[in-house]
Nanobody, 123 residues
Framework: VQLQASGGGLVQPGGSLRLSCTAS????????IGWFRQAPGRKREEVAS????????IYGSSVKGRVTISRDNAKKTVYLEMKNMKPEDSAIYYC?????????????????WGRGTQVTVSS
């Protein structure tokens, strides 16, 4: 069982980035998927999550309107597209999965965690 986040990097303020989360070893289409982030010295924060059934998406207040989560079950991949990025978006971004919980918040039961990908927003 593996969740692998990728696509992180350095982006300028106001820029865009797309993160990918690829699953292996379990049926992605049966799991809600979420993205969390954590910056040094700050609490872990939920960014977005997408449901199993109808693709309902929920966003954290700090990113609402600037990010879009989507899923491609055939490719076993979930995407997080971020735009108009700010320095405070800098963090390690993790993708997570659970077959029952939704939305995937910091208090939710989370079955699987992936390794993170670093995002840095700086000029």
């Amino acid at each position: 069982v593996q969740l692998q986040a990728s696509g992180g990097g350095l982006v300028q303020p106001g820029g865009s980035l797309r993160l990918s989360c690829t699953a292996s070893g379990f049926p992605l289409l049966d799991y809600a998927i979420g993205w969390f982030r954590q910056a040094p010295g700050r609490k872990r924060e939920e960014v977005a999550s997408i449901s199993v059934s109808d693709g309902t998406s929920i966003y954290g207040s700090s990113v609402k309107g600037r990010v879009t989560i989507s899923r491609d079950n055939a490719k076993k991949t979930v995407y997080l597209e971020m735009k108009n990025m700010k320095p405070e978006d800098s963090a390690i971004y993790y993708c997570v999965a659970d077959p029952v919980s939704f939305p995937l918040t910091t208090d939710a039961r989370i079955a699987y965690w992936g390794r993170g990908t670093q995002v840095t927003v700086s000029s």
